[in-house]
């Protein structure tokens, strides 16, 4: 095994699960009855905007009533202290991370706590409710819409996160179901480019098969015992 000097993790709804936010694909992963697959689209926001923007309210809104837990704090902990090179990808929508103190971390899929313009690409950062036809404070036009990426849409910083893995000799995957790509490729790519890989979740995921090791059990206790192991 090569030195490791560059870390990539990457997290799914898995880490925010013992925080008490619902995963998508696992029990209460429905939102009134509907998939998630067939809410957060371009095409639903289209159709029924006052549902999507429901939808996103009522998560943006569970937020205030949710707290960081181990898994968290654990990651914080390893971006305070870890010498070498870190990113945290997660796919997360929620402020835990950043709530933990993480800083070496992007959204890949966006931020329930900002709104973005659909006429001018701006963002601002949004608390509580946001209907749709509000206007955006950029340019007037009554466009804002979450910040979220939907399905059928480019994930945000992907050229930052394809330099993280050509350079990484760890990529971590933590409480993913490997199911929605491009995540579930970045295994892939990181062992193309020479890291080793380790996945942390709760069951075997889809993408079990391509790690060199994985852990099963919840984040709380995989996450903080993995970073001390990490930090010596
Ligand atoms: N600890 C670790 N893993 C857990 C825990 C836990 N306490 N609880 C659940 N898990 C695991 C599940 O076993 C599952 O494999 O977390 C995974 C969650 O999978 P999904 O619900 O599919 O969530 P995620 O992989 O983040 O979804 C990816 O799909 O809907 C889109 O954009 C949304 O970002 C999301 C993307």
Not at 49 to 66: N, S
Not at 172 to 201: K, W
């Amino acid at each position: 095994m090569r030195d490791i000097q560059s870390i990539v993790v990457l997290t799914g709804a898995g880490i925010s699960a013992e925080s008490g936010v619902a995963t998508f694909r696992g029990p209460g992963g429905l939102w009134e009855g509907h998939r998630v697959e067939d809410v957060c689209t371009p095409q639903a926001l289209q159709r029924d905007p006052e549902l999507v923007h429901r939808f996103y309210d009522a998560r943006r809104a569970q937020l205030t009533g949710i707290e960081p837990n181990a898994a968290h704090l654990a990651l914080a902990r390893l971006d305070a202290e870890w010498p070498g090179e870190l990113l945290i990808v997660t796919q997360n929508v929620d402020d835990l991370h950043e709530r933990a103190g993480a800083t070496r971390m992007l959204h890949m899929h966006g931020e329930l706590k900002s709104a973005l313009c659909a006429a001018c690409g701006a963002r601002e950062p949004w608390e509580g409710a946001l209907p749709p036809g509000s206007a955006c404070p950029a340019c007037g036009t009554a466009a804002l819409r979450p910040d979220i990426v939907f399905f059928g849409e480019m994930p945000y910083r992907m050229e930052a996160i394809d330099r993280a893995l050509g350079e990484a000799d760890l990529f971590v995957s933590i409480g993913t179901s490997g199911a929605v790509y491009p995540a579930a490729g970045f295994v892939q790519t990181a062992r193309y480019h020479g890291a080793d890989t380790l996945e942390l979740n709760l069951e075997p995921s889809g993408g079990s098969i391509w790690f060199a090791e994985s852990r099963m059990g919840p984040a709380g206790v995989l996450v903080p015992e993995w970073v001390a192991q990490v930090l010596g």
